[in-house]
């Protein structure tokens, strides 16, 4: 028979009211052994295990990718605490086409020249991106790609032969602005407070994208501060041509199919 335990300060020992007889009188009772005492280290891994089943912030179960696009964002732009940039990993046409670095096609826009210029286009990246309405993972990352595809599509075409870099997510920011934009005109759960906004979005970022392909200038130059480099104009419309375009074939891809 096994005896009852019962708890104590430092662990379960047994309870010799259980165990058995009481000792004679006049002499210790011994037999109220400590059975087993916690060790630091369980304790320890006690407090993890407590501490990973917390609830994690609510963007992080909505969309689960934005943990790896920060995780990205910092290790490539970990050279601005230095007052540096990664310059290895901007676009240069010269750099792919004449010396083969064809990583820079899928790295320059996690690629930023300052913090401001990473502070700006983060920002407004990330904003957009968890403001989508589109449920799901494979479209969002679509918008994602068709926007920097597009971008650089423009920009390269604008400079082929030029020694100019691109790097940053503002053409990116740009296609999801209007792809989020249309979203809130369609989607059957917008009143008409949001509908209007999707408007003036939408005729915003065109208006803006189009003025800056066609002038070569920045539309909010003001807001440079000599501290976003040597700004491609054109690769903003490059980004809401891309993200349109891939918001089209999705939508149309899903009409297509039966049922």
Same mark, same amino acid.
Request: proline content about 2%; some cysteine; charged content about 10%.
């Given at each position: 028979m096994i005896a009852n335990a019962v708890p104590s300060k430092h662990g379960a020992r047994l309870c010799p009211a259980e165990a058995g007889p009481a000792a004679p009188a006049g002499q210790s009772d011994t037999r109220c052994a400590v059975k087993s005492s916690p060790s630091a280290t369980s304790e320890l891994l006690r407090l993890v295990f407590d501490t990973a089943a917390l609830p994690w912030p609510r963007w992080t179960r909505e969309r689960p990718e934005l943990v790896l696009f920060v995780a990205l964002l910092a290790i490539f732009n970990l050279p601005l605490l230095f007052g540096d940039?990664?310059?290895?990993?901007?676009?240069?046409?010269?750099?792919?086409?004449?010396?083969?670095?064809?990583?820079?096609?899928?790295?320059?826009?996690?690629?930023?020249?300052?913090?401001?210029? *990473?502070?700006?286009?983060?920002?407004?990246?990330?904003?957009?991106?968890?403001?989508?309405?589109?449920?799901?993972?494979?479209?969002?990352?679509?918008?994602?790609?068709?926007?920097?595809?597009?971008?650089?599509?423009?920009?390269?075409?604008?400079?082929?032969?030029?020694?100019?870099?691109?790097?940053?997510?503002?053409?990116?920011?740009?296609?999801?602005?209007?792809?989020?934009?249309?979203?809130?005109?369609?989607?059957?759960?917008?009143?008409?407070?949001?509908?209007?906004?999707?408007?003036?979005?939408?005729? *915003?970022?065109?208006?803006?994208?189009?003025?800056?392909?066609?002038?070569?200038?920045?539309?909010?130059?003001? *807001?440079?501060?000599?501290?976003?480099?040597?700004?491609?104009?054109?690769s903003h419309a490059g980004g809401v041509i891309g993200g349109l375009t891939m918001m089209l074939i999705l939508r149309r891809a899903g009409d297509s199919k039966p049922g």
């Open positions: 940039c990664w310059r290895a990993m901007m676009f240069q046409s010269l750099a792919v086409t004449r010396g083969g670095e064809w990583w820079r096609l899928l790295t320059h826009p996690l690629t930023h020249v300052t913090w401001y210029h *990473l502070l700006l286009d983060g920002t407004a990246f990330l904003t957009l991106y968890y403001g989508l309405f589109e449920m799901s993972l494979l479209r969002r990352v679509a918008y994602v790609v068709a926007g920097a595809a597009g971008s650089l599509a423009c920009s390269w075409a604008s400079a082929a032969n030029s020694s100019q870099g691109l790097c940053g997510l503002s053409g990116i920011a740009h296609g999801l602005m209007a792809v989020s934009a249309i979203e809130m005109i369609t989607s059957p759960s917008s009143d008409r407070a949001m509908r209007r906004i999707g408007w003036w979005s939408f005729v *915003l970022v065109v208006l803006k994208g189009g003025f800056e392909a066609l002038s070569g200038r920045m539309f909010f130059a003001f *807001l440079d501060f000599g501290m976003l480099g040597d700004p491609v104009a054109v």
